[in-house]
């Protein structure tokens, strides 16, 4: 039930995209010092968040037909509306760059872009280059939003809510979601393997190291370790309850 590691799932600020001039390029790279310093651009959360999101929808998916395993397929659908809620906050009080007000101001350059089509003239490498962000952008949105009805679904038919009647409905419902958010993952990560093609660097680099290449300053100032100690801890608390035999489950 969840997302790749690299999917939301959030998309790193992009660079300016008013492309300078070849000249402007070459002295520009000609004044990167060799050995500068990646700039960070996701914090240690974020990307555990991503990790944990991804093999978790990695393993329901997986067990979603297996009555063995049944157990761990719900246990692996909580931990994604528990990495939902983390989101959901810190989209409002984490980063900067990862609040929802930028994600917001980025979708309002959707507009723009569409009216740059009547004109061809305007159309250049940093157009292309903006809706290259604007469809990763979007499909993280998507991703995102199918994670609480995916989970709400599966959490209805496992309780039998509304009878045997609803059950069944539920059940297609929850399915259904379940493959939508897979076509989703693989437009996720095909969208990053373009991206890294056509840039010459892989764009899971954010989310691998939490730094990309290139001058400019930190967007993230701060690892936050101890946020990312307290998620495993939190995760690992959560796994073990569930898998502990006698204590009650949801």
Same mark, same amino acid.
């Given at each position: 039930?969840?997302?790749?590691?690299?999917?939301?799932?959030?998309?790193?600020?992009?660079?300016?995209?008013?492309?300078?001039?070849?000249?402007? +390029? #070459?002295?520009?790279?000609?004044?990167?010092?060799?050995? #500068?310093?990646?700039?960070?651009?996701?914090?240690?959360?974020?990307?555990?968040?991503?990790?944990?999101? +991804?093999?978790?929808?990695?393993?329901?998916?997986?067990?979603?037909? $297996?009555?063995?395993?049944? $157990?761990?397929?719900?246990?692996?659908?909580?931990?994604?509306?528990?990495?939902?809620?983390?989101?959901?906050?810190?989209?409002?009080?984490?980063?900067?760059?990862?609040?929802?007000?930028?994600?917001?101001?980025?979708?309002?350059?959707?507009?723009?872009?569409?009216? #740059?089509?009547?004109?061809?003239?305007?159309?250049?490498?940093?157009?292309?280059?903006?809706?290259?962000?604007?469809?990763?952008?979007?499909?993280?949105?998507?991703?995102?939003?199918?994670?609480?009805?995916?989970?709400?679904? +599966?959490?209805? $038919?496992?309780?039998?809510?509304? =009878?045997?009647?609803?059950?069944?409905?539920?059940?297609?419902?929850?399915? #259904?979601? =379940?493959?939508?958010?897979?076509?989703?993952? +693989?437009?996720?990560?095909?969208?990053?393997?373009?991206?890294?093609?056509?840039?010459?660097?892989?764009?899971?680099?954010?989310?691998?190291?939490?730094?990309?290449?290139?001058?400019?300053?930190?967007?993230?100032?701060?690892?936050?370790?101890?946020?990312?100690?307290?998620?495993?801890?939190?995760?690992?608390?959560?796994?073990?309850?569930?898998?502990?035999?006698?204590?009650?489950?949801?």
């Amino acid at each position: 039930m969840p997302i790749c590691p690299s999917l939301e799932m959030t998309v790193t600020p992009s660079t300016p995209l008013t492309p300078p001039s070849p000249a402007m +390029g #070459a002295s520009t790279h000609s004044a990167t010092p060799t050995g #500068a310093r990646p700039r960070r651009v996701t914090d240690l959360p974020t990307r555990l968040y991503h990790a944990l999101l +991804g093999l978790s929808f990695a393993g329901a998916y997986l067990s979603a037909d $297996s009555e063995r395993w049944r $157990s761990l397929h719900i246990t692996l659908g909580y931990t994604m509306a528990a990495l939902l809620v983390f989101r959901l906050l810190y989209g409002l009080f984490g980063p900067r760059p990862l609040r929802w007000s930028s994600m917001a101001s980025r979708l309002r350059g959707v507009g723009p872009w569409l009216r #740059a089509w009547s004109t061809p003239s305007r159309l250049n490498a940093a157009h292309w280059r903006q809706g290259q962000n604007l469809l990763m952008l979007l499909t993280v949105a998507g991703l995102l939003a199918c994670i609480a009805p995916l989970v709400l679904s +599966g959490h209805a $038919s496992w309780n039998e809510w509304g =009878g045997e009647g609803m059950t069944d409905v539920l059940e297609e419902v929850h399915e #259904a979601l =379940g493959e939508g958010l897979l076509v989703l993952v +693989g437009l996720h990560l095909a969208l990053l393997a373009v991206l890294g093609l056509s840039r010459g660097t892989p764009a899971v680099t954010p989310m691998l190291t939490g730094r990309v290449p290139g001058p400019g300053p930190d967007l993230v100032t701060s690892q936050r370790i101890g946020l990312a100690l307290l998620m495993m801890a939190a995760a690992a608390s959560g796994w073990i309850w569930a898998a502990w035999p006698g204590l009650p489950t949801f």
